[in-house]
């Protein structure tokens, strides 16, 4: 009996895990992207990504394009990598994800954030407001100025957003809150759609800095430090 049981559960888990293989494999994420099915559940920072991807999936039926992993050239001659673009008709939302899981602690107008964990560990970084405000700034020179461009700031479910101020419409949310957000957010909008014209043209403006090279993600991990 427990023999048939422990069957059953190894077969079930197996039917888990290739329904979830081929979800991705066939999702615009794994088209776009090319990574590999191991490396959303390895990978931090890619795991964190889908996930928030995933959240806004649904968006892609109302005719939105997402990309992923901009690598957008700046005056400087440095890079801005930015991790998800959603091309409305409406405009651009530009996202920052960050897949963190501790208390967070930050206003908008402070350079450095704070994530703290329970053993007293703190971990200050960039403050992502000005980090995405810098990515939107790039893709500005590319695009048309006619396009309205949205920040969003997405943190992971496994943190907590403890102390976090701000006084500007940018969203600053949660993976799981992210739809109903946008959601909100296009709802206040009084502009009108882009023409097809002018969105497909801004998708492949834009596609070009997603599928950058191995060398220009080293330039740009370099120019960091």
Not at 34 to 53: P, Q, T, V
Request: hydrophobic residues 35%; aromatic residues 14%; contains cysteine.
């Amino acid at each position: 009996m427990e023999y048939g049981i422990i069957i059953t559960i190894v077969v079930l888990i197996i039917t888990l895990i290739v329904n979830d293989y081929k979800s991705y494999k066939h999702s615009y994420y794994a088209q776009i992207t090319n990574h590999s099915y191991l490396a959303i559940h390895f990978n931090a920072g890619i795991s964190g990504e889908y996930s928030l991807y995933k959240q806004i999936q649904s968006f892609e039926i109302t005719g939105c394009k997402f990309l992923f992993n901009l690598y957008i050239p700046r005056k400087n001659g440095a890079t801005s990598e930015i991790d998800i673009v959603m091309l409305h008709p409406k405009g651009l939302f530009v996202i920052e994800s960050k897949n963190y899981s501790g208390w967070i602690f930050g206003k908008e107008y402070q350079k450095q954030w704070v994530e703290t964990f329970p053993n007293g560990d703190k971990y200050r970084f960039y403050n992502p407001i000005m980090q995405n405000a810098k990515h939107i700034k790039a893709i500005r020179e590319i695009v048309n100025d006619r396009i309205p461009i949205y920040s969003i700031i997405a943190f992971s479910n496994k943190c907590t957003l403890k102390d976090v101020t701000i006084k500007s419409d940018i969203i600053v949310t949660y993976y799981n809150s992210l739809a109903l957000n946008i959601d909100h957010k296009l709802n206040s909008l009084t502009n009108n759609d882009m023409s097809t014209e002018l969105f497909n043209e801004t998708y492949s403006k834009l596609y070009q800095y997603s599928q950058a090279d191995d060398l220009t993600k080293a330039q740009h991990l370099q120019n960091l430090y």
